[in-house]
């Protein structure tokens, strides 16, 4: 995905505040944090959403999950986080490689969804 924005931040080819990587997954600072703490895990893989997964990328969303813990301690988290993932157009996805926002600080980081 030549053009893709996140596809470009796992390149390089965009700078980005590294939080983690590894073979499959990288991690990166927000560029307009929600919270204190405001991470986002990605596949270093180009997928689309959470819409266009397919059974091989499993090990790829398990990962995202798994480092979801060490991330939110390492970066002034420690009692807990939120992982959110927006998919399509109801949930407001807007960059078009699969991200999981880790959102956590200091305090609580409020109810789950604002009513509409
Ligand atoms: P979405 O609404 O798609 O779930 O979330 C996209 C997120 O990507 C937003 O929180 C936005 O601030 C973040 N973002 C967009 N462009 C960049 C960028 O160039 N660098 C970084 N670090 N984050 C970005
Ligand atoms: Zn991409």
């Not at 983690?20 to 991470?39: G, L, M, S, T």
């Amino acid at each position: 995905m030549d053009n893709c924005l996140f596809c470009r931040i796992v390149r390089g080819e965009i700078p980005s505040r590294k939080a983690y990587e590894d073979d499959e997954v990288f991690a990166f600072h927000d560029i307009n944090p929600q919270r204190p703490v405001h991470i986002l895990v990605i596949p270093k893989r180009h997928i689309t959403s959470l819409a266009t997964v397919s059974e091989v990328d499993t090990p790829v969303l398990g990962r995202m999950l798994a480092v979801a813990d060490q991330l939110a301690k390492e970066n002034g988290s420690p009692d807990g986080f939120r992982v959110i993932i927006n998919s399509g157009r109801i949930g407001q996805q807007e960059v078009g490689h699969l991200h999981a926002h880790i959102v956590g600080g200091p305090d609580p980081v409020g109810p789950m969804l604002k009513r509409v």
